[in-house]
T-cell receptor, first 114, second 109 residues
Framework: KAGVTQTPRYLIKTRGQQVTLSCSPI?????VSWYQQTPGQGLQFLFE???????NKGNFPGRFSGRQFSNSRSEMNVSTLELGDSALYLC?????????????FGPGTRLTVT | TQLLEQSPQFLSIQEGENLTVYCNSS?????LQWYRQEPGEGPVLLVT???GGEVKKLKRLTFQFGDARKDSSLHITAAQPGDTGLYLC?????????WGAGTKLIIKP
């Protein structure tokens, strides 16, 4: 079966702009989690959505937001981009809540903010 | 704040050598997951350990969960270049995953 897909794979934005990233989970998976990965901070949890509801949230400013649609696809949005938002953004899907079920990661979206 | 500390942060060894990487915390976890991430890809789950003292083997990889469920180790026997990658551990604490910073492993041919 198809894996987790993320679009776009690469993105270059200017400071102050906003960006929307998309994630399509594995068919049948109801949970989608988003992570930010940087060389300095490692993998940091952004938020998790399950059945269109945010279930868990990491320690990120309100500029980072997300949503999940009825077909389990998810988007995350970052407004007023800062240079420090440059990172690999990973999406992971699981059958149910991520902590108790195996997560399958997508290849990520590489965001560069200039 | 709950932390999962991984050590070493970086390890570079020759093919054929053995190695152990560690994942330690002062917190108790319901379960702990180990992932490997290769450049340009997302992490891939290797194993989940659930019971204190549990040992799981995956070919040349041996995973152990501490008796108190606060720590875990990953031992690789006769490392191969294909083992190169970033190894991440993640612990389940009240249905939220706590992630370690990872161990970057390089196996030289």
């Amino acid at each position: 079966k198809a894996g987790v897909t993320q679009t776009p794979r690469y993105l270059i934005k200017t400071r102050g702009q906003q960006v929307t990233l998309s994630c399509s989970p594995i068919s049948g998976h109801r949970s989608v989690s988003w992570y930010q990965q940087t060389p300095g901070q490692g993998l940091q949890f952004l938020f998790e959505y399950f059945s269109e509801t945010q279930r868990n949230k990491g320690n990120f400013p309100g500029r980072f937001s997300g949503r999940q649609f009825s077909n389990s696809r998810s988007e995350m949005n970052v407004s007023t981009l800062e240079l420090g938002d440059s990172a690999l953004y990973l999406c992971a899907s699981s059958l149910s809540l991520a902590a108790t079920y195996e997560q399958y990661f997508g290849p990520g979206t590489r965001l560069t903010v200039t | 704040t709950q932390l999962l500390e991984q050590s070493p942060q970086f390890l570079s060894i020759q093919e054929g050598e053995n190695l152990t990487v560690y994942c330690n915390s002062s917190s108790v976890f319901s379960s702990l997951q180990w992932y490997r991430q290769e450049p340009g890809e997302g992490p891939v789950l290797l194993v989940t350990v659930v019971t204190g003292g549990e040992v799981k083997k995956l070919k040349r990889l041996t995973f152990q969960f501490g008796d108190a469920r606060k720590d875990s180790s990953l031992h690789i026997t006769a490392a191969q270049p294909g083992d190169t990658g970033l190894y991440l551990c993640a612990g389940d604490s009240n249905y939220q995953l706590i992630w370690g910073a990872g161990t970057k492993l390089i196996i030289k041919p």
